[in-house]
């Protein structure tokens, strides 16, 4: 079983960089904007299904090499910490991205639903990040596999619920989305680099 106050702290993070604007996010806008929510929501589908597909690889995965190199987790802990401080450091000095100019699909279910699952799914910084991510949030004492197969279930229901808002938000605030791109740099990027050293300071304690 997962510490409490760890999986908090799991999902709180994952709300954070659920509220980066990525590739996925980036579609889901641009298809949102041009069609309606309704192919916004299409095109989530398509990319929760490849983040399933990616999540699975990881769990499985993962779970083997945690069970092999169990006295290594502490390394691979902190090598999480290092990756989420410097991708909120990347956040903070990245170019504004207007969510408004990502051109959408052509009108039609089929390949709405196929470019959202082939935009995630060949995205190659996804897995590197799930092998970062998750074991910052394991207790070796207990099973990993449960503790992975919990991570994997919460983040897809996040993923669900927060891109699902930016499919909505995206289909009726257009000129909210293009304005404010800087702070949000800022405010995801801050928040990304405490939440790495928050978790760097709970290791050292």
Known sequence: MIEPG????FIAACVVLMLIPGP??????????AYGTRFG?????????AMLIQLTLVVFGMSAVLGVLGAWLEWLRWLGVIYLVY???RQWLAPVVDLTKTKPEPRSARSIFLRGLLVSLTNPKTLLFFGAFFPQF???????????????????????LLDGCWAVLAGRARGFLAGRGRFRNRLSGGLLIGAGVGLALARHR
């Open 87 to 89: 991708i909120g450091v």
């Open 41 to 49: 929501l299409l095109t989530l589908g398509g990319t929760a299904t």
């Open 24 to 33: 996925n996010v980036a579609l889901i806008v641009a298809n949102s904007v």
């Open 138 to 160: 394991i207790t070796p004492e207990h099973d990993v596999q449960s503790q992975l197969l919990l991570l994997a279930a919460t983040f897809v229901a996040l993923a669900l």
């Open 6 to 9: 760890l999986y908090l702290t």
